[in-house]
Nanobody
Framework: QVQLVESGGGSVQAGGSLRLSCVAS????????MGWFRQAPGKQREWVAN????????YYTDPVKDRFTISQDNAKNTVYLQMNSLKPEDTGLYYC???????????????????WGQGTQVTVSS
């Protein structure tokens, strides 16, 4: 059974940084894509970034480019989202998601993913 567990959320002031982690278990294939999404109150779930585990290719939504970095540690089955220069509009519940199998590319639709974590809250104050 695939499980995803996020951590690292919190409350920061604008301009601050946070690093989210997502520990995955229940699968061993490197042909997977891991994504981060976020959802603000009253809004739809929004794709933030995804990474292809085998090649390490990364993809980002425009509002977070040059501020967020998605990375992975395959030995630890962990995906990270380093968030710098945070803005109030980055506030939301951040979810980790897994697409299995996957062969690379951008996957920005929540329906592209097969498994989801419970989310970790990020709050950025001005």
């Amino acid at each position: 059974q695939v499980q995803l567990v996020e951590s690292g959320g919190g409350s920061v002031q604008a301009g601050g940084s946070l690093r989210l982690s997502c520990v995955a278990s229940g699968y061993t294939s490197s042909r997977n894509c891991m994504g981060w999404f976020r959802q603000a109150p009253g809004k739809q779930r929004e794709w933030v970034a995804n990474i292809y585990a085998r090649g390490g290719s990364t993809y980002y939504t425009d509002p977070v480019k040059d501020r967020f970095t998605i990375s992975q540690d395959n030995a630890k089955n962990t995906v990270y989202l380093q968030m710098n220069s945070l803005k109030p509009e980055d506030t939301g519940l951040y979810y980790c998601a897994a697409k299995l199998p996957c062969y690379g590319g951008t996957f920005s639709n929540p329906s592209d993913y097969d498994y989801w974590g419970q989310g970790t809250q990020v709050t950025v104050s001005s």
